[in-house]
Every structure is written in C-alpha cells, then in structure tokens.
C-alpha cells in the first residue's frame, strides 16, 4: 500500500492564499491522474483539481481560476495552490488518485477554515 499525507492546511481569512501539499510513502509519480479532493461537514466527497503525468488539469467550475494543482515531474508528491479562498472553501482536503484506489488508503486530510 502507499500511504498519503496531506498538510498545508490552516485558518485563513476570506481572499487569502493556502498551498497544500501531498506526500506519497511510494512511488505515485507513475500514476496517470491524480487529484486533490474536498469534503465539507454533512456532505459528499468531491473531486476539487485533477492532473495526468502530463500535466494536463482540470477544475471544479468553483474553483477554476482560483486554484492550482501541480505534480513535479518524476516526484511522489502533489500540491494544491489555493488563492482568493471563500468560505464554501472550507473543508478536509485529500490526495489520491484518480479513481482512488484501494491500495492507496484515504490519509486523515488537511482542515481549511476559510472564516474572517
């Protein structure tokens, strides 16, 4: 199994910045496509920002323009750029792939508190 460990996250006040990042215990830089995933209290889990080996990225409409998800090349780790935070932002914030995969335990997030 690889193990994931999200961190990066905190308290921030509406409209500013958070990056967060994702540490993989082995190799994901093979994995075709990642993503960074939210969970907010009372709701689904939801597929935030996803990108191939390529670098190609795709965005939840909330959050395009917004946000930014990178993968250096031949490394097992994943960030998530966050700017202009909202409090609809607030949320536990995962890695893993794209499906996530059995193999690849959900680690414990990262809690982002968008709140004046």
């Known amino acids: 199994q690889v193990h994931l460990v999200e961190s990066g996250g905190g308290l921030v006040q509406p409209g500013g910045s958070l990056r967060l990042s994702c540490a993989a215990s082995g190799s994901i830089f093979s994995i075709y496509l990642m993503g960074w995933y939210r969970q907010a209290p009372g709701k689904e889990r939801e597929l935030v920002a996803s990108?191939?080996?390529?670098?190609?990225?795709k965005y939840l409409d909330s959050v395009r323009d917004r946000f930014t998800i990178s993968r250096p090349y031949a490394k097992d780790i994943v960030y998530l750029q966050m700017n202009s935070l909202k409090p609809e932002d607030t949320a536990v914030y995962y890695c893993?792939?794209?499906?996530?995969?059995?193999?690849?335990?959900w680690g414990q997030g990262t809690q982002v508190t968008v709140s004046s």
């Open positions: 990108i191939t080996t390529g670098g190609s990225t």
């Open positions: 893993n792939a794209v499906p996530a995969r059995a193999t690849m335990p």
